[in-house]
């Protein structure tokens, strides 16, 4: 038989996800299978993210491992790492990745200076001045030789491969590629480490079969191809199939906005993207999910919103942040977390941080309408923290919109749904 599945792996900020979806005719795709598995060592550790999708796939059945035709990958967009030509780290000081969340602010002036002080790269929290960092860390150390600026998503789809030739184009715009030129902004490809950014190519696009090396080592069929992937914020939103209107809200460790734009937008923190040929925009606060569980573990958090009244508002005002700086609505790599006054009830506070939570979506969407993008009419909310009824009333009522939780339409089935997709369209390979 052809391989007839689409398999989709999530780098998540905490852990792993994969999901495998299959098609019968012209039915919608439905899901067949998804697991997931925090990361067995450390999130900046790039050999956590090989060894995470080789168990998940060891969870797999035989026979479903071999009808796998397709694959893709997101992460998270702006977790960076330099590697060699052949994907290797060059030496223990360059073993780990600079996460999504490192703002590097002394190299925010280099930064700016090549994109002429324009777009998301130009930001301390924007991959362009992370790979200066990184770049800096190397000469440092006295590393030498080729090295190649890569993505999480891009370096492990480069081990997919058995190339670490390409990069998916939404996630390299915090690098600096301007996604309506076609090429990097500013005077980035004149720089003498130009050399080792990738060759840009648009998300669903098939690059070839799995190489040699990750074929064996998964057991998948040598005929599966690998299809660029996007970032997880752009995976959830395929996932969830927005209708006009809509606006999808990833409430994970952070939290992301996302919605659909007749035409490309630009401002200081905000992304914009080219997903199945519609221009989506958005933007990520470094705050989210992931700061209740520094206070309270998930039993906690479910027994103690059961005790809020939505209706009754603690009046404080909070900004749960997970630490120094923010990247949207606000660009600013100095902003500092506001995490009290602390009442003496447990539900009260855990109120007031969603409250606070709450309080930054609103002002992300009111600033997404200030840069041009319609007014969103309803909101779909993705993500852990959409398991949660009071957080979504609370939502509910800042933003005056109906607001529809979704935990169960996870980034990794938006991967399988595009790499069924392009399976479907290109037909089986032979």
Not at 358 to 365: L, S
Request: overall charge neutral.
């Amino acid at each position: 038989m052809p391989p007839s599945l689409g398999l989709g792996l999530d780098l998540g900020t905490s852990g792993a996800r994969l999901a495998l979806m299959e098609v019968a005719g012209d039915a919608p795709a439905v899901l067949r299978w998804e697991q997931a598995i925090p990361y067995p060592g450390r999130f900046e550790d790039p050999e956590s993210w090989r060894r995470a999708l080789a168990t998940l796939m060891a969870a797999l059945s035989t026979e479903d491992r071999q009808q796998v035709g397709a694959i893709a990958i997101d992460g998270t967009s702006g977790t960076l790492l330099l590697c060699r030509p052949d994907g290797s780290l060059p030496g223990a000081e360059l073993a780990s990745a600079l996460p999504y969340h490192h703002a590097c602010p002394g190299q925010q002036a280099a930064a700016a200076a090549l994109v002429d002080n324009q777009g998301p790269a130009a930001s301390a929290s924007g991959s362009l001045a992370r790979a200066l960092e990184l770049l800096e860390r190397a000469r440092a150390a006295g590393i030498d030789g080729p090295l190649w600026v890569r993505h999480q998503a891009d370096w492990l789809m480069g081990w997919l491969l058995g190339s670490w030739r390409w990069g998916e184009e939404g996630n390299n715009l915090r690098l600096g590629w301007d996604l309506q030129q076609q090429r990097w902004n500013g005077s980035i490809a004149s720089e003498s480490w130009a050399a080792g950014l990738p060759e840009i190519c648009p998300s669903g696009r098939v690059l070839g079969p799995l190489g040699a090396e990750a074929a064996t080592w998964l057991n998948l069929s040598p005929r599966c191809q690998v299809v660029a992937g996007s970032t997880d914020a752009n995976a959830a939103v395929l996932a969830a199939d927005p209708l006009p209107g809509d606006g999808i809200t990833v409430l994970g460790t952070t939290l992301v906005l996302k919605q659909f734009v007749p035409e490309p937008l630009q401002g200081p923190g905000l992304s914009c993207h080219r997903v199945g040929g519609r221009w989506l925009v958005g933007g990520a606060s470094n705050a989210g999910a992931g700061i209740l569980r520094r206070f309270f573990n998930d039993a906690q958090i479910a027994a103690l919103s059961r005790q809020i009244d939505p209706s009754q508002p603690t009046g404080l005002t909070l900004r749960p942040l997970l630490g120094i700086g923010e990247r949207f609505p606000q660009d600013d790599p100095t902003l500092e977390a506001v995490l009290e006054p602390r009442p003496v009830g447990d539900a009260r506070y855990l109120q007031a941080l969603l409250e606070g939570l709450t309080a930054i979506e609103r002002e992300g969407w009111m600033r997404l309408r200030e840069l041009g993008a319609p007014a969103v009419q309803r909101v779909i909310s993705l993500g852990g923290g959409a398991h949660n009824p009071q957080w979504r009333q609370l939502r509910q009522q800042a933003l005056g919109v109906p607001v529809l939780n979704r935990p169960q339409l996870s980034a990794a089935r938006g991967m399988a749904r595009l790499a069924l997709e392009t399976l479907k369209s290109s037909g089986p390979s032979t």
